[in-house]
């Protein structure tokens, strides 16, 4: 059993930045592929980044890449999304979900079928 809270979130500027925070809890959170997932209102939730279990290997959807990094601690049992030169379009709840096992990478990492555990969410809103 994962469980897992986010924070972190809160109101900025555009071109400011955020760290948003996954917390898990459990002995085997190492083992897990960590992604985070944002959903505007009205729109459906979207894929934003995963990281491995260990750490060396990172992917990320078209809304983040080159602004957003994904990285993690083991010992601290947490991931965490540096979110950087954010736009208005990057308004929305930000969730961190748990994999144990994403397949055929990268083409799996937007299938939330394949994630065990999620959090509750954190809201991340950018003003113009």
């Known amino acids: 059993q994962v469980q897992l809270v986010e924070s972190g979130g809160g109101l900025v500027q555009a071109g400011g930045s955020l760290r948003l925070s996954c917390a898990a809890s459990?002995?085997?959170?190492?083992?897990?592929?960590i992604s985070w997932f944002r959903q505007a209102p009205g729109k459906e939730r979207e894929f934003v980044a995963t990281?491995?279990?260990?750490?060396?290997?990172?992917w990320y959807g078209d809304s983040g890449k080159g602004r957003f990094t994904i990285s993690r601690d083991n010992v601290k049992n947490t991931v965490y999304l540096q979110m950087n030169s954010l736009k208005p379009e990057d308004t929305a709840v930000y969730s961190c979900a748990a994999a144990a096992w994403l397949g055929s990478i990268p083409a799996t990492l937007a299938d939330l079928r394949r994630y065990n555990y999620w959090g509750q969410g954190t809201q991340v809103t950018v003003s113009s």
């Open positions: 990281i491995s279990g260990s750490g060396n290997n990172a």
């Open positions: 459990g002995r085997t959170f190492s083992s897990y592929f």
